[in-house]
């Protein structure tokens, strides 16, 4: 990689934030406390914590240790990284997986971080004109987010939207642009803390709402908590409960995304992967449970009862929430800044995540420079963003992206890379590598777990999801015109990937690297020396 | 809120927390 300028983490803290930045996202505040209510409530954080320990946890310190060991070896690509660890040219195109998935979620995920800073903007310059009483504000709130995200009809958004969807991409370009130290790791040693201070906010004012109806004495704060948490341990029978948890941890961790496998490749042999990954996973956990389980359904509750606290991760955050903020007065549209601010934090920093690994394999696999690296990635992802912008109605195009990509992808990626870890890099070894400069030691059992429980966790899972979603998905691609050029779009995304990939190929080869993993990294004995 | 409900909850933050904050402790000692 001569041509290519080596790359480094500032601090040990900068490249945590960075992944704890890569992995909360809107899941964590809207996505997990409908998903834990509609599954057992409290009892639902039994089969959450059981697939953190088992799934995420360690699958996420495997992703880790190949991701630093592919730096090691001078690779910081998904597809050269999993040559280098499944030792050859099927692991390699497999790996390609791990940069069609922060690619084409990029496509859909900027619209959702333009939507994010459009509220927070409207709510800071007077709200978004809701009136009346709360079924006449939620109609208009619907009809707000309609005129927002265009889903009424084909291209239907406001013009503002493209205003903040054009901003949006400029300031993530910007700060891949600036690299891996000066751009992502300041931006999030910022924006994390950030974050933290507008949910602390929230929090407070959500736990401070007391009783706001007297005629509805009902609807407070304590009972909106148990709305949330009281357990329902009838749902532990039930395998969908199971099922959701494992989902639910399995996304909102991002492993098996294709980004920690290259944030970790530009640490070095002696820096320390066990304690940041479990310290990045602690800090996704503190969003997601400390703050998305007390804030989101608490506020929706005291409102709008039982029945206004439900709805997806786009119903209850764009619709359902602007409501909350509107019956809370005035303040309600500084809560609504604050909140969305927020969200458009979580979002910038899991969509700069999502373009760095394209960058790298660019600059890796072509040669090219930074700056070209990043005009052809924001302008690739731009290509299917416009798609998206296009075909706006009921948001088809963006929920097929979601669900094939955002959602399949990463359950088949990271079946793979825990397949190729303990397989055929091999666990033990795997182990030994993971301790190289480690703060903490990995507990034995996790070997035993990345090898048989994780994959076999994993494949039942992706099973059963196959199971109760592929079906009526493949039927929509049949009746639907444009969720099958979507997916075509997808392919095309797909085959210029496979393309490079089989042009970088050709030039490691040509320059002598070692992209099958045959020989140990330069730096081991340098690394003991140290 | 049930009482099972407080437990929950409050067994689950504590959880998360204390883990964070070992964790950050750690990171920030070395």
């Known amino acids: 990689m001569a041509e290519v300028k080596q790359e480094r983490w500032g601090t040990r803290l900068g490249v945590i934030l960075a992944v704890a930045g890569s992995a909360v996202g809107l899941g964590n505040f809207l996505r997990f406390p409908g998903t834990a209510a509609q599954n057992g409530g409290g009892a639902f954080m039994i089969p959450y914590f059981i697939a953190l320990l088992v799934v995420g946890i360690p699958v996420g310190w495997a992703e880790w240790t190949m991701g630093r060991y592919g730096g090691r070896k001078g690779f910081h690509s998904s597809p050269a990284i999993m040559g280098v660890i499944g030792g050859g040219s099927v692991a390699r195109y497999l790996g390609v997986l791990g940069l069609l998935i922060p690619m084409v979620v990029y496509m859909y995920y900027g619209l959702i971080e333009s939507w994010c800073l459009q509220y927070a903007v409207a709510f800071a310059t007077g709200g978004i004109g809701l009136d009346g009483n709360t079924a006449t504000m939620a109609a208009q709130s619907g009809t707000y987010f309609g005129q927002v995200s265009g889903s009424a009809g084909e291209g239907a958004m406001s013009a503002g939207t493209w205003g903040f969807w054009l901003f949006v991409i400029t300031v993530n370009a910007y700060f891949v642009w600036r690299g891996l130290s000066g751009g992502i790791e300041k931006f999030c040693q910022w924006a994390m803390p950030a974050m933290a201070i507008c949910a602390v906010v929230v929090l407070v004012r959500v736990l401070t709402l007391g009783t706001p109806d007297p005629a509805h004495p009902e609807l407070n704060v304590v009972s909106g908590l148990g709305y949330m948490w009281n357990p329902r341990f009838d749902a532990l029978g039930n395998a969908e409960t199971w099922l959701a948890a494992a989902g639910q941890i399995f996304f909102s961790l991002s492993v098996g995304f294709g980004v920690i496998i290259n944030y970790a490749s530009y640490m070095r042999k002696k820096d320390d992967v066990v304690l940041s990954g479990l310290t990045a996973s602690a800090t996704n956990e503190v969003f997601e449970v400390g703050f998305g389980g007390l804030i989101t359904l608490t506020a929706a509750f005291v409102f709008l009862g039982a029945a206004g606290a439900t709805g997806g991760t786009f119903g209850l955050g764009f619709n359902t929430l602007p409501v909350v903020f509107a019956h809370m007065g005035p303040v309600g549209n500084v809560v609504g800044a604050v909140w969305f601010f927020m969200l458009f934090l979580a979002a910038i920093t899991s969509s700069l995540s999502m373009l760095q690994p394209v960058k790298a394999f660019l600059q890796e696999a072509l040669g090219w420079s930074n700056g070209r690296s990043v005009i052809a990635v924001v302008l690739f992802t731009a290509g299917g963003s416009l798609w998206n912008l296009q075909h706006t109605k009921d948001l088809v195009a963006l929920d097929t992206m979601d669900f094939w990509v955002g959602t399949a992808t990463i359950f088949v990626l990271a079946t793979v890379q825990v397949i190729y870890f303990a397989w055929v890099f091999g666990i033990d070894r795997g182990m030994e590598e993971a301790h190289h400069g480690a703060r903490i030691r990995i507990p034995k059992i996790v070997a035993f777990v990345i090898k048989y429980v994780a994959p076999t966790y994993l494949i039942v899972v992706f099973a059963a999801f196959c199971r109760q979603s592929l079906g009526d998905r493949i039927d929509a691609l049949v009746e639907d015109p444009v969720a099958a050029q979507t997916l075509g779009v997808v392919v095309f995304g797909l085959f210029a990937l496979v393309v490079a990939t089989r042009i970088g190929e050709k030039r490691w080869r040509a320059q002598g690297l070692d992209l099958d993993g045959k020989f140990p990294p330069d730096d081991d004995e340098e690394g003991e020396r140290r | ?30």
């Open chain 2, 1 to 30: 809120m049930t009482t099972a409900g407080w437990i929950f909850m409050v067994c689950s933050l504590t959880a998360v927390w204390s883990l964070a904050g070992w964790c950050y402790a750690r990171v920030l000692r070395d």
